[in-house]
């Protein structure tokens, strides 16, 4: 029998080596991108009941975080604030005002507003607020500045990896217990002599004179409060966040 | 000047060996004979036994799939007895595939000639048992779809398998054993695939046998490209024929239950893998001679006394494996220890159980039944007319066959059903999905072996080729003495 395959042909399994190399490259780096819950999750600005306004009520009004959300410093889930915190101010603040119909209507029924979730854990996910923020972790750190947001969206990724960075690293993350829901803070805003005389100095730096105009680094300050707080994150134990 | 002529000839005829491939047969002989195995019409008892095995094979893929789609709850494991059929099943399996390496890789690198007959079969039945071994691991996590965490892929959730666990290991150990045993095989195809393609009547077995025959013209440098890429490929899996077996035997060894913790496992599984590999070899290989009877001149009475030889010396190392564990677990003065092995494995309700005025051994069955197997039934091989009877050969290797499953039976579920807690001792008992899906793996085994003889020559045509005795640079040589015999 004569040969099937023109001469051509001798080509052809570099050729498809080549396109499988092309493809699988590809299809790695469309899986890396597009997989992960940097994005998938980050920039969730679902459509709210009422488009509550952030930054309106924390950066113009200066009210605290803890006033709406009231649990997070002592139990393990932040709430959502139930139409009467609403209604404190509501009843008698902008009272007619039609955007604020789903809450009127919710304070009449008694049925609460339906807002919705945007940042999920799953369900074998055990993360516990009040562990977090009692130890100098700010909101911020996992809710980006929501102080200055109109509408909250998903600002961080919330990947399992992108929390071992933080239980991994706990200095990058940790401010004084009172900043902890000031969400504009800057480590430069700390005064040098008042935080060394409460925390004591950074380790590895009991030689240095913060007496005069110096400005405290968030290393500096995060390594003082890891070891004045002795916190240590797990971060290789499955069943610290897993049961 | 005579005498001495006549000397050397009978000296001569003494230390002639018996040739490999028998009755004189020629190059094109070989070619003939094995091609039309793949060639011919297919046979009647070929379509008998594949309907046989086809619906096996499906029915252990459903039990499977029940498996998947239920949980593992529909297996009889509970606890204490966590492993019991499923990695039995996997190291009965991933064992038997030992055989078909080191035919190819060992017996190779040794110079061993009479592997040429058989390497093309075994490495084909590694190939078959490493699939049917890397279900059972693959089913028994419970939720397959999970199974990727296995590999070291890096991904958000930031974390890597345990790489100090010897079950990780085993990933990596099955996996390239798997990959380099396909390459091996693929490799050693090469040029008698281009002898199919060569001989194809039909477009359709042109296409395919000139597509996987990659173009091979059978030059010298094609030759010598081959011959090197085959002794790499031997050199890597070499290794391969000790580490695959330690890696699976440290998945018990390195842990603290009596029976499984013992530094003698590598060494014991290897040789029992070999062992059960060569009697796996030997029952496929007999059967496959009888349908084809043109094989009788190629995997002769010699091979399959070879087979037996190794048969009997792993078989012996085997027993000696399990001797030592005895001697181990008495002077290591371990009471733990001791106790799994009397109380757990030996103890039987009519001889040493009484003697010894202990309760017999729950699976004492089990135990016995693995030495009847795998340390006496192989002694018959002392015997050198029992060697060569090829009846004889292949009840013992059936022998063997079992015996090497019942061995991991006893070492896995024996040690787990009753530990160190009383009140959590319990008898193990398989449930009907276990038992098919073992069975279901018998088919896909077979099924894939009948698919393998049909469709891709069982024996390396190209490599038998090269050992016979017209493939000898002297042969038919002007022989010096018999010229000086002629002339008298």
């Known amino acids: ?243 | 000047m005579a005498n001495h002529t006549a000397t050397l000839d009978s000296d001569a005829a003494a230390v002639k060996r018996v040739p490999l491939i028998i009755n004189d047969r020629k190059a094109n002989w070989v070619t003939d004979n094995i091609s039309t195995i793949v060639e011919a019409k297919t046979p009647i008892w070929w379509w008998v036994a594949f309907c046989i095995t086809a619906p096996i094979a499906l029915f252990g893929c459903f039990c499977i799939a029940y498996q998947i789609s239920t949980g593992v709850g529909v297996w009889g494991e509970n606890h204490p007895v966590g492993w019991a059929w499923d990695i039995t099943n996997f190291v009965f399996w991933i064992g038997i595939g030992h055989a078909g390496t080191l035919i190819s890789a060992i017996l190779f690198l040794t110079r061993q000639k009479w592997r040429t007959s058989i390497n093309r079969a075994s490495e084909a039945m590694t190939l078959f048992a490493v699939v049917c071994a890397g279900i059972f691991p693959g089913i028994h996590v419970g939720r397959v779809w999970m199974v990727w965490f296995l590999a070291p892929v890096p991904w958000y959730n930031g974390i890597w398998p345990n790489f100090r666990s010897p079950l990780l290991w085993d990933v990596f150990a099955v996996s390239t054993y798997f990959t380099v045993s396909v390459l091996f095989w693929y490799t050693g195809l090469v040029p008698d695939l281009a002898t199919l393609r060569d001989r194809a009547k039909s477009r359709v077995k042109k296409f395919f046998f000139t597509v996987f025959a990659l173009g091979w013209r059978g030059s010298n440098r094609q030759w010598r490209h081959y011959e090197m890429a085959y002794l790499i490929l031997a050199g890597l899996s070499t290794p391969l024929v000790l580490s695959v077996h330690s890696v699976v035997s440290f998945d018990f060894a390195t842990s603290v239950i009596p029976g499984w913790h013992a530094t003698i496992f590598p060494p014991y599984f290897v040789a029992g893998a070999i062992f059960g590999g060569f009697a796996m070899v030997l029952t496929i290989l007999i059967p496959a001679r009888l349908l084809y009877p043109q094989l009788y001149d190629v995997i002769t009475q010699q091979h399959v006394e070879k087979m037996a030889k190794i048969i009997l010396l792993t078989g012996s190392i085997v027993g000696y494996a399990y001797a030592m564990e005895f001697f181990v677990a008495w002077y290591g003065a371990n009471p733990y220890e001791q106790w799994a092995f009397l109380r757990n494995r030996l103890a039987d309700p009519y001889i040493i159980g009484p003697a010894l005025h202990v309760q017999p051994a729950p699976y004492w069955w089990a135990y016995w039944s693995m030495i009847t197997c795998n340390v006496i039934a192989p002694q018959l091989f002392w015997k050198k007319s029992w060697r060569r009877n090829t009846l004889i050969v292949f009840i013992v290797c059936n022998f063997v066959n079992a015996g090497m499953w019942f061995e991991r039976f006893v070492i896995i579920v024996t040690s787990i059903s009753r530990d160190f807690i009383p009140s959590s001792w319990h008898l193990y008992h398989p449930s009907w999905v276990e038992i098919w899906t073992f069975i279901g793996t018998f088919g896909i085994f077979l099924s894939l072996f009948l698919l393998f003889m049909r469709f891709l020559p069982m024996i390396a045509m190209s490599e038998v080729k090269i050992v016979l005795p017209e493939a000898d640079p002297h042969h038919n040589a002007p022989d010096a003495h018999v010229g000086v015999e002629a002339h008298h």
């Not at chain 1, 780096?29 to 009941?49: D, L, M, N, S």
């Not at chain 1, 007619?96 to 940042?119: C, F, G, M, Y």
């Open chain 1, 1 to 243: 029998m004569a040969n099937l395959f023109p001469k051509w042909t001798n080509w052809l399994p570099l050729k498809i080596l080549v396109i499988l190399f092309v493809l699988g490259n590809a299809v790695t780096a469309g899986v890396w991108y597009y997989f992960t819950p940097k994005y998938t999750r980050v920039g969730y600005e679902p459509i709210q009941p009422v488009p509550f306004p952030h930054d309106i009520h924390v950066s113009q009004l200066g009210m605290d975080c803890r006033y709406c959300h009231s649990f997070v410093e002592v139990a393990a889930h932040s709430n959502v604030p139930n139409t009467q915190t609403c209604m404190n101010c509501h009843s008698q603040v902008q009272k007619d005002n039609p955007k604020l119909q789903a809450v009127r209507e919710s304070w009449k029924s008694e049925l609460p507003v339906s807002w919705v979730q945007i940042h999920k854990t799953p369900d074998y996910v055990y993360f516990n607020h009040s562990a977090h923020v009692n130890r100098g972790v700010s909101c911020f750190s996992c809710h980006d500045q929501v102080n200055h947001m109109a509408v909250v969206y998903h600002a961080k990724p919330h990947s399992m990896s992108w929390c071992l960075d933080c239980h991994r690293a706990p200095e990058n993350n940790l401010r004084p217990r009172e900043q902890v829901t000031n969400l504009d803070w800057k480590p430069s805003d700390e005064n040098a002599q008042t935080f060394t005389a409460k925390y004591g100095k950074p380790p590895g730096e009991e030689q240095k004179d913060f007496s005069g105009e110096v400005k405290l680094t968030q290393l500096e300050i995060g390594n003082t409060l890891k070891h004045n707080w002795n916190v240590q994150p797990p971060d290789i134990n499955c069943f610290a966040c897993h049961r």
